[in-house]
């Protein structure tokens, strides 16, 4: 079994406060419909470690920071990560060890040997960094195989879906079947292999030769040599010019990609200048919309009422106040100085308003231009890639790759005209490489031979284990095997021929059961091989899917194989923690075992205590 880990709380902060999820005990069931956000909760759930392929929902990414607490192997750890920049950088800090420096890690490393914060956990957990060929395992690929079963693909895929050799390379990781002197040792009798065959056929090639009566006459040969010498002279003159002609190439496309970013510039520059003309415009408009409705109100003044009880005044002798009666001592003169000033100011934002216009149309000209010369220099770049980038480099590749065949067509030349006795030499060399060759496949097979009985055993543990792990869930199952190769799976109901696991119904959800249940039996397992390091944590999302309704007995008999996974203690004291998701509530009370009840008013986020910062 590999190191106990125990998830502790969750906590998410949103806005200035922190809020908190606590997992006390080791099975922990989160209850409510569809839709509740039983699936965020559990998507965030290792998010902190450094996760690629968690899905992060809108909730999640509404928190400034998601902090997880948990115990690896006893000590307690704290990630934190930024829930708003998944690309941001994870914080881990060990929480027993005040003198241990805290962890600052890139999600993605950005250079050769940087550590990321998912390698890191992973080291921490004990899962070996593995790899074979193209297929590098990191913490997600465990996470997707072995740690977690989500919604999506529980009932559909086995172990999660992905790709095969990604599928295998883990489970012969957690196994402890993925052996790096063995890959050495393959590795090398592959590499002795090629250069023996690379050997013959040499030899092959001089015999060729040799048949047709090239090489009895070595001024034959010489001369052949010396031909093969000026056409490499030749291709390689070609090469340097070929190569010449892509230099300057890519120097005039890199003048038209910067002729085009200038422009480019100037695009946006001159559409934000029309787009600031068009609103200085609009005020303008507004402005003397406004002035020309006060000069319309003095030259058609509406009727007066008295400013003290609000009755409409009498009408006076010209030259009387109509509210007091008394002369007024400048006459109309005041209505007609405010007239006169509405009319200037109306004409001076006539005048402003035409040269705002005017402004407009110019910004607009500009603006129309500054976008065509950039459409024109996005069309030179362009066509010039295609017309004279691409065919120079094309040309360049083609002369580098004629030129070194030459080079190498004349160095075996040369090497049959400076050995008279090549067959003899040549012969050794392939005797020494058949050697190395056999030497190396022996080793390899003695190795490999100990490493498939050690596969074949550790797996038809578990393929035992499989199966009464599969008939606790539900009994009808008669036979299980799981493949030593590949890990594919058969099993076999009773009155039902054996089926893999593409042709199992979906109804009922056999492919649920036997997803989990090939997870449980890797955990018996890891209990009773110190060389299995499997981690004692499961994350399920929805283990009862469709159980519920169509067998409600297999979904209770599922539920009490989850209970009792985590009541079985690992080697240094800790049990498998479970963390699952249910749309009903549990069928009965199990002790120690917790429920987080989650509903559109109740969420799992949005609804969890405060907790301290």
Request: net charge neutral; glycine share 8%.
């Amino acid at each position: 079994m590999g190191p106990s880990i125990v998830i502790e709380k969750l906590e998410f902060q949103r806005d200035e406060g922190w809020q908190v999820q606590y997992f006390r005990g080791l099975v922990t069931f989160l209850v409510g419909h569809s839709g509740a956000g039983k699936s965020t909760a559990l998507e965030a759930l290792l998010y902190a470690l450094g996760l690629t392929t968690a899905k992060i929902m809108p909730t999640v990414a509404a928190c400034h920071q998601v902090r997880l607490t948990f115990r690896v192997a006893g000590t307690r750890w704290q990630a934190t990560r930024s829930g708003s920049n998944p690309r941001g950088r994870v914080s881990l800090r060990n929480l027993d060890d005040d003198a241990e420096v805290e962890h600052s890690l890139p999600v993605k490393s950005t250079k050769a040997g940087e550590v990321t914060a998912g390698a890191f956990a992973q080291d921490l957990l004990g899962l070996p960094a593995a790899s074979r060929g193209a297929t590098r395992l990191s913490l997600d690929s465990y996470y997707n195989t072995v740690l977690a079963l989500r919604q999506n693909t529980i009932a559909s895929a086995f172990l999660g879906g992905g790709k095969d050799e990604e599928r295998i390379l883990v489970l012969e990781a957690i196994l402890g079947l993925w052996d790096t002197g063995l890959a050495g040792l393959e590795k090398n009798a592959a590499e002795a292999e090629s250069r023996f065959k690379g050997a013959k056929a040499e030899l092959a090639a001089y015999k060729k030769v040799l048949a047709k009566g090239g090489i009895s006459d070595l001024d034959q040969v010489r001369s052949a040599f010396e031909q093969k010498q000026r056409e490499h002279a030749h291709a390689a003159e070609a090469w340097q010019k070929t190569d010449a002609a892509l230099k300057a190439a890519v120097g005039e496309h890199g003048r038209l990609i910067a002729l085009h970013k200038a422009a480019d510039d100037d695009r946006r520059k001159a559409g934000k200048q029309a787009t600031a003309a068009h609103g200085k415009l609009q005020l303008a408009t507004a402005e003397h919309a406004r002035a020309e409705g006060a000069l319309g109100e003095l030259l058609d003044p509406p009727a007066e009422d008295c400013t003290r009880c609000g009755q409409l005044l009498p009408e006076r002798e010209p030259g009387l106040c109509r509210q007091c009666g008394q002369a007024c001592l400048d006459g109309t003169g005041h209505r007609e100085r405010k007239i006169a000033t509405a009319r200037a100011k109306m004409e001076r934002l006539r005048l402003k308003l035409r040269h705002l216009e005017e402004a407009l149309a110019a910004a607009t000209t500009a603006a129309d231009a500054a976008e065509d010369v950039a459409a024109a220099a996005l069309k030179d770049r362009d066509l010039y890639d295609q017309d004279q980038l691409q065919p120079a480099r094309i040309a360049a590749q083609q002369a580098e790759k004629l030129a070194h065949g030459l080079s190498r067509e004349a160095a075996r030349l040369k090497e049959w005209l400076d050995s008279s006795d090549y067959l003899a030499k040549q012969q050794i060399v392939i005797d020494a490489a058949k050697a190395e060759m056999e030497k190396a496949q022996d080793g390899r097979d003695v190795a490999l031979a100990a490493h498939e009985v050690r596969r074949k055993e550790v797996v038809g543990r578990w393929t035992e284990l499989f199966l009464v792990r599969l008939q606790q869930i539900n009994p009808s199952v008669e036979t299980a095997y799981i493949d030593p190769a590949d890990f594919t799976i058969r099993v076999k109901e009773h009155n039902d021929p054996d089926k893999i696991f593409a042709d199992c119904s979906v109804m009922g959800s056999p492919k649920v059961v036997i997803n989990v249940a090939a997870l449980l039996s890797l955990r018996d397992l890891g209990r009773t091989d110190p060389g299995v390091r499997v981690p004692p944590l499961l994350i399920i999302d929805s283990p009862l899917a469709d159980l519920g309704a169509v067998d409600r007995a297999t979904g209770d008999r599922l539920i009490d194989a989850l209970i009792n996974v985590a009541s079985d203690t690992s080697s240094d004291g800790y049990a498998c923690q479970v963390i699952a998701a249910t749309n009903d509530p549990l069928p009965r009370s199990y002790p120690d075992v917790r429920e987080i009840r989650v509903a559109t008013t109740q969420r799992f986020f949005d609804h969890a205590p405060h907790g301290a910062a």
